[in-house]
Every structure is written in C-alpha cells, then in structure tokens.
C-alpha cells in the first residue's frame, strides 16, 4: 500500500529533534530545511502529541509523542522557520518532566488514541479534552444511530468497531 506516497514523490524522513524546558514549557524543535506550514500540521490533547510537517521537496517528517507530562492545548502554539519548527507546548503543572516522552515503546499508539489520552497520571483531569476528541465522539454516536434501525447492516456494525 505504500503506491500513493510513490506517486507523489513524498519521501518520509527522519529529522534530527530536540527539546528543552522551562518550569512552565516544553519546546519540541524538529529540524529541518523550509518547513511548508500550509501543508503541516501539529494536534495535540492533553498527552498526545503529533506531527506531520511537509519540508520543501516533499519530505515529510511524522511522529507521535505520548508526552510524560500534561499539557494545556489552547497555550501551546507551533512556529515555523525557515531551518526548523518549533512546537512550544504549554505545562498544566509547572515544573521539571523527567523527560519528554512517557514510553518509548508506543508503536500502537495511533491505532489506539483513546487509550493513549487516558494513560495520564491525573484521570481526573481527562473531562475537558473533548474539544480533541470531539470528531471521534461524534462518529461514534451517529454510528450508533444510524446502525440502530438497519441493525442487519455489515457495514454499520463493521464501522463502529465497539465491544
């Protein structure tokens, strides 16, 4: 499956990456030479960070951070120049974060985001994210919905994917 990145003469790329911390912020730095900010994104929750930032000629850098500590989205911003980006990601609690990611060994993570946003030290916490989550919720009660009255449909069951 991997014709279409082929086809448009995308290559992945692993960039050098780096970050610092004040009492207050964590600042992610992903280098690379003129990042397109048009074609990039950075979403964030609250322990999830990623990225996927196109470079000129087609290059594209992704990653996905399970962050060791919780952080604030709406203060967190991202800027691009022209040799790297910065991510400045906002602490909810200050103070020093042992280090930047909480486990190395998240390979899973994409497949599984909600588990990832509820593996946060503090649980109680977790109720106000759901300007990330949002879409999500979303899909699944119209899911729900819409598997309710044609419950003999593969195709709804298979798409909601529940317990």
């Not at 074609?39 to 930032?53: D, M, P, Q, W």
């Not at 989205?73 to 991510?87: A, G, L, N, Q, R």
């Not at 709804?156 to 317990?163: F, I, N, R, V, W």
Request: glycine letters at 6%.
């Amino acid at each position: 499956g991997w014709q279409e990145a082929g086809a448009g003469k995308i290559k992945a790329v692993s960039c050098r990456q780096d970050w610092h911390q004040t009492s207050s912020q964590v600042v992610v730095t992903i280098y690379g030479k003129n990042p397109l900010p048009t074609l990039s994104t950075v979403k964030a929750n609250r322990t999830v960070l990623e990225v996927h930032v196109i470079f000129e000629g087609n290059k594209i850098f992704q990653a996905e951070l399970d962050l060791w500590g919780v952080i604030e989205t709406h203060k967190s911003f991202v800027s691009m120049v022209p040799s790297k980006v910065e991510i400045t990601l906002c602490k909810a609690n200050p103070g020093a974060w042992a280090r930047l990611e909480h486990l190395q060994s998240k390979a899973c993570a994409q497949d599984e985001p909600e588990k990832a946003a509820v593996s946060t030290e503090e649980p109680e916490e977790d109720s106000d994210d759901s300007l990330s989550w949002s879409e999500e919720e979303d899909e699944e009660m119209e899911a729900a919905n819409s598997a309710a009255p044609r419950r003999g449909s593969a195709r709804a069951d298979g798409a909601l994917g529940s317990p």
